[in-house]
């Protein structure tokens, strides 16, 4: 039942929450951080050993890369709604089970329901396949595409850069056409 509503409502469920197994595994939900007005909410796969750690999202190197990213869109990290399909990290950052991205999405789902961003960016395929299970990103990266009242952006993971040269060209091209779409709308 949803109680103090509101991101803040939402987040202190998810602090507590025991909906799925990766609540035994886990040190601190990370619920998702940024203001509820956000232009653009971006969504990641799943907290990782830092986020675990500090209750935050995006704080390791993918949070650089996220920031610098976010930067080619024209957007401060502190402007976007950072979160992820799951809230719990999943044990040595295995991928998210489908059955933990389907208990946790009523609370990805109020998250957008709150904020009515002007833009979802989904980065990598598990938040791809949350949205549009029978899409990939080679066909749909970079691309808006509306769904249930909102423009969702999907984009390749941010964790590819590290090790995918062509990736990290297709992201920073990626995001700098978001900063143009914002723009024009
Ligand atoms: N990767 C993600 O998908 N989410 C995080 O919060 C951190 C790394
Ligand atoms: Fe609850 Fe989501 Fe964490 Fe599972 S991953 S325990 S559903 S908050």
Not at 34 to 45: K, L, R, Y
Not at 138 to 150: E, M, N, Q, V, W
């Amino acid at each position: 039942m949803p109680s103090a509503e509101g991101l803040e409502g939402i987040a202190a469920e998810v602090r507590v929450c025991v909906l799925c197994p990766l609540s035994k595994t886990r040190k601190n939900a990370v619920p998702g951080e940024g203001p509820s007005d956000a232009p653009v909410m971006v969504v990641g796969e799943a907290p990782g050993a830092n986020e675990d750690q500090q209750g935050r999202p995006f704080v390791g190197s993918a949070g650089r890369n996220l920031e610098d990213l976010l930067s080619r869109a024209g957007l401060a990290r502190s402007n976007v709604f950072i979160t992820n399909v799951v809230k719990c990290r999943p044990p040595g950052n295995r991928r998210p089970l489908k059955g933990e991205m389907d208990a946790c999405h009523p609370y990805l789902r109020r998250q957008l329901e709150t904020i009515k961003p002007k833009f979802v960016v989904l980065l990598g395929d598990a938040a791809l396949k949350e949205f549009f299970p029978d899409s990939s990103l080679a066909s749909l990266h970079g691309k808006p595409t509306k769904r249930g009242g909102l423009t969702f952006v999907p984009m390749y993971h941010p964790a590819a850069m590290i090790y995918n040269r062509s990736l990290t060209q297709t992201l920073e091209e990626d995001f700098t056409k978001l900063g143009k779409l914002l723009r024009s709308g």
